[in-house]
């Protein structure tokens, strides 16, 4: 089982439709998780990061983590054609929990979204 | 957001060849960066984690002597692939971090293909 899941889609849905991504996850040692976009053949664009359970609004996006459940969502108000691109989930666990510093990211598959105009 | 930028944005080379790839924060001091790679239609694999002015710690599987990493500052770290085989064809990606609580930020990546 991987640490991180994520349905790689394609989510095809019509312009101006609320859009949900979700990822589960096993690790409990993650606290902190965040979501990237990231349009082809470019690097990750961080769009939510949040570290604590309930939900984190900021514009269009409402980041939700649900740490009980091992569950988070990305939830997508009033899509856009631009919106169209891969939405990667990813998380960490804290701060020199590995005996080291920072730990790297581990991230889901990422779910291939496609607003029809 | 921060910035950071990688060079080049594409290489192509012979097979054998070395090939190194720079990532810099512009606008912040990263104590950690980060080198992922990704194939494609595939998520973004951790490679290694650079802390500067110290070795990099590489993930299991990993070759540490095929990809050396080095982080001579707080505003810049490199990869360099050695001896780069076409099965090395991929997309690179650096991230930076400025402290405890940062979030990582990625650069625009790397495209590398071997021929």
């Known amino acids: 089982q991987k640490e991180v899941e994520q349905d790689p889609g394609p989510l095809s849905v019509p312009e101006g439709a609320i859009v949900s991504l979700n990822c589960t996850y096993s690790?409990?040692?993650?606290?902190?998780f965040m979501w990237y976009r990231q349009y082809s053949r470019k690097g990750p664009e961080l769009l939510m990061y949040t570290y604590s359970s309930g939900n984190k609004e900021d514009g269009r996006f409402t980041a939700q983590v649900d740490k009980s459940s091992k569950y988070i969502s990305l939830f997508i108000r009033d899509s856009q054609p631009s919106d169209s691109a891969t939405y990667l989930c990813?998380?960490?666990?804290?701060?020199?929990?590995?005996?080291?510093?920072?730990?790297?990211?581990?991230f889901g598959k990422g779910t291939h979204l496609i607003i029809q105009p | 957001g921060a910035v950071v930028s990688q060079h080049p944005s594409r290489v192509i080379c012979k097979s054998g060849t070395s090939v190194k790839i720079e990532c810099r924060s512009l606008d912040f001091q990263a104590t950690t960066m980060f080198w992922y790679r990704q194939f494609p239609k595939q998520s973004l694999m951790l490679m290694a984690t650079s802390n500067e002015g110290s070795k990099a710690t590489y993930e299991q599987g990993v070759e540490k002597d095929k990809f050396l990493i080095n982080h001579a500052s707080l505003t810049l770290s490199t990869l360099t692939v050695t001896s780069a085989h076409p099965e090395d064809s991929s997309f690179y990606i650096c991230?930076?971090?400025?402290?405890?609580?940062?979030?990582?930020?990625f650069g625009p990546g790397t495209r590398l293909l071997v021929l």
């Open positions: 990813a998380m960490r666990v804290p701060w020199g929990y590995s005996g080291g510093g920072a730990d790297g990211l581990t």
């Open positions: 991230s930076a971090s400025g402290g405890v609580q940062e979030t990582q930020y």
């Open positions: 690790n409990s040692a993650f606290q902190y």
